[in-house]
Nanobody, 127 residues
Framework: EVRLVESGGGTVQAGGSLRLSCTAS????????IGWFRQVFGKEREGVSS????????LYADSVKGRFTISSDNAKTTVFLQMNNLKQEDTAVYYC????????????????????WGQGTQVTVSS
């Protein structure tokens, strides 16, 4: 079964940190760009960070640059998102997604040819 499973969400005070994990089963990340996306109720899902399958290069939305760091393990089955200096506006459901391509778009990231999504993990940043 092809699946993506996120973990690591929770509630943290502003200025705090969380680390999200996304683990793949049934496939590896060799064939897909992997990205972290977030969605607030009533708004569109936006890409915040991605890692390329071709060279491991990373992309970040303007809103998280300098605060979030994406990485993967050597086996290319788990991708991490280290989130530091969290702000209230980072509150959202965070999803891991595998795509044919993830590219910058209007300050955020856009996934093209989405292959799979995880179930999402809630991140809440309190004041």
């Amino acid at each position: 079964e092809v699946r993506l499973v996120e973990s690591g969400g929770g509630t943290v005070q502003a200025g705090g940190s969380l680390r999200l994990s996304c683990t793949a089963s049934g496939f590896t990340f060799d064939d897909y760009d992997i990205g972290w996306f977030r969605q607030v109720f009533g708004k569109e899902r936006e890409g915040v960070s991605s890692i390329s399958r071709s060279d491991g290069s990373t992309l970040y939305a303007d809103s998280v640059k300098g605060r979030f760091t994406i990485s993967s393990d050597n086996a290319k089955t788990t991708v991490f998102l280290q989130m530091n200096n969290l702000k209230q506006e980072d509150t959202a459901v965070y999803y891991c997604g595998a795509a044919a391509e993830i590219r910058p778009a209007n300050g955020a990231l856009l996934g093209l040819g989405m292959f799979n999504w995880g179930q999402g993990t809630q991140v809440t940043v309190s004041s």
